[in-house]
């Protein structure tokens, strides 16, 4: 995600943000760290988030356009497809 979507995007206005769910802010910096990513990290202690959007699974990718519409949903990651998405929101 850090190098083949945020680094390619990031300039044309995507904006990219990870879900740590139920982590504390120290797990979730650690693995920030440890994946190496420059986008934010947003603590959802509670897991309200994911309860928003109807999910449950992790690894799970949203793509929000600048309208607040949802894009794409999906469990798996499908890169291509993601790509194709954000293509057609920028």
Same mark, same amino acid.
């Given at each position: 995600m850090e190098k083949e979507i945020w680094q390619r995007f990031k300039d044309k206005g995507l904006k990219v943000f990870a879900v740590g769910v139920k982590e504390s802010a120290e797990q979730a910096s650690s693995w920030s760290s440890q994946h190496q990513?420059? $986008?934010?990290?947003? *603590?959802d202690l509670e897991g309200? =988030?994911?309860?928003?959007?109807?999910?449950?699974?992790?690894? $799970?990718?949203i793509? *929000?356009?600048?309208?607040?519409? =949802?894009?794409?949903?999906?469990?798996?990651?499908?890169k291509d497809l993601l790509i194709r998405a954000i293509q057609e929101a920028l």
């Open positions: 990513l420059t $986008y934010p990290v947003i *603590i309200e =988030i994911y309860k928003i959007f109807g999910t449950g699974s992790v690894p $799970y990718h793509l *929000i356009d600048q309208d607040f519409v =949802i894009r794409l949903s999906q469990e798996d990651f499908d």
